[in-house]
Nanobody
Framework: QVQLVESGGGLVQAGGSLRLSCAASGRTFSSYTMGWFRQAPGKEREFVAAISWNGGSTYYVDSVKGRFTISRDNAKNTVYLQMNRLKPEDTAVYYC?????????????????WGQGTQVTVSS
């Protein structure tokens, strides 16, 4: 069993930055693909970014490319999402997910564990 705990959300003005963290329990963190998803009110949970087990591959939704950066520190069992130049449309609850088995990094159905989420609100 893997437990994920997100932190770092908050209220920020448009153009500002936040860094989200996701701390994982368990000794097999370094073998998981990790992803960030977000869910705005009334919308489905959508893919934001993902990173392979060793950090060698990263994936982003087009709307955040060039603004968000995903990274991981396997020694600390933590994955990060650095969010720059935030926009009001980035407002959502952000969730961290862990993919224990093979699957598409873009598809939330391929993730086996989820955190409780952290709220990000960007004011205009």
């Amino acid at each position: 069993q893997v437990q994920l705990v997100e932190s770092g959300g908050g209220l920020v003005q448009a153009g500002g930055s936040l860094r989200l963290s996701c701390a994982a329990s368990g000794r097999t963190f370094s073998s998981y693909t990790m992803g960030w998803f977000r869910q705005a009110p009334g919308k489905e949970r959508e893919f934001v970014a993902a990173i392979s087990w060793n950090g060698g591959s990263t994936y982003y939704v087009d709307s955040v490319k060039g603004r968000f950066t995903i990274s991981r520190d396997n020694a600390k069992n933590t994955v990060y999402l650095q969010m720059n130049r935030l926009k009001p449309e980035d407002t959502a609850v952000y969730y961290c997910g862990a993919q224990a088995y093979s699957g598409s990094a873009y598809d939330r159905r391929g993730y086996d564990y989820w955190g409780q989420g952290t709220q990000v609100t960007v004011s205009s």
